[in-house]
T-cell receptor, first 112, second 113 residues
């Protein structure tokens, strides 16, 4: 099992540019979560999906952030336009119904 | 919503000693409490979890205890080794798999050889 796959692993971009982060959950897992980790705020939920349906996006900072899950094996998190305060590590995690969440390796985003 | 407090924020122990990390939660409906270990630059990794119908769970050198009445749970690591050095996060949620986790702020554990 390859585990949760995220790409890119590192992203450096300039303020105002569009950023797209990608995630492939573990096969058979029906829940997918996007978390953001910063020194100041720790690990915080952005949005999660059950069976490809967005359930709670209240953690999405503002309209610049959007997420999609077009099928059970792929999700994207998009930031447009990006700002320096969006710099963080973005983790995707997946889970089966009755077990724990497994994290991907993360995407380290730097917005200059 | 749920709020998870974690203490201490840093912890240093001598190799071979025990380490204890404590967390409290606010939502009495929470019933799933996992612990994650995160090494520098790596992903959080699930190391042990406990559900509300169990008071204690053990896996080799690590154990977790839960007191639902007091709404606190703890991670115990015995016979610590240098490779136990990492940041440990506690978390809580209402269900085990398909609801979001609310994390504590983390404890940086240093095991001194």
């Amino acid at each position: 099992d390859a585990g949760v796959i995220q790409s890119p692993r590192h992203e450096v971009t300039e303020m105002g540019q569009e950023v797209t982060l990608r995630c492939k959950p573990i096969s058979g897992h029906n829940s997918l979560f996007w978390y953001r980790q910063t020194m100041m705020r720790g690990l915080e939920l952005l949005i999660y999906f059950n069976n490809n349906v967005p359930i709670d996006d209240s953690g999405m900072p503002e309209d610049r952030f959007s997420a999609k899950m077009p099928n059970a094996s792929f999700s994207t998190l998009k930031i447009q336009p990006s700002e320096p305060r969006d710099s963080a590590v973005y983790f995707c995690a997946s889970s089966p119904t009755s077990f724990g969440q497994f994290f991907g390796p993360g995407t380290r985003l730097t917005v200059l | 919503g749920e709020n998870v407090e974690q203490h201490p924020s840093t912890l240093s122990v001598q190799e071979g000693d025990s380490a204890v990390i404590k967390c409290t939660y606010s939502d009495s409906a929470s019933n799933y409490f996992p612990w994650y270990k995160q090494e520098l630059g790596k992903r959080p990794q699930l190391i042990i979890d406990i559900r509300s119908n169990v008071g204690e769970k053990k896996d080799q050198r690590i154990a977790v205890t839960l007191n639902k009445t007091a709404k606190h749970f703890s991670l115990h690591i015995t016979e610590t080794q240098p490779e136990d050095s990492a940041v440990y996060f506690c978390a809580a949620s209402r269900f085990s798999g398909n609801t979001p986790l609310v994390f504590g702020k983390g404890t940086r554990l240093s095991v001194i050889a």
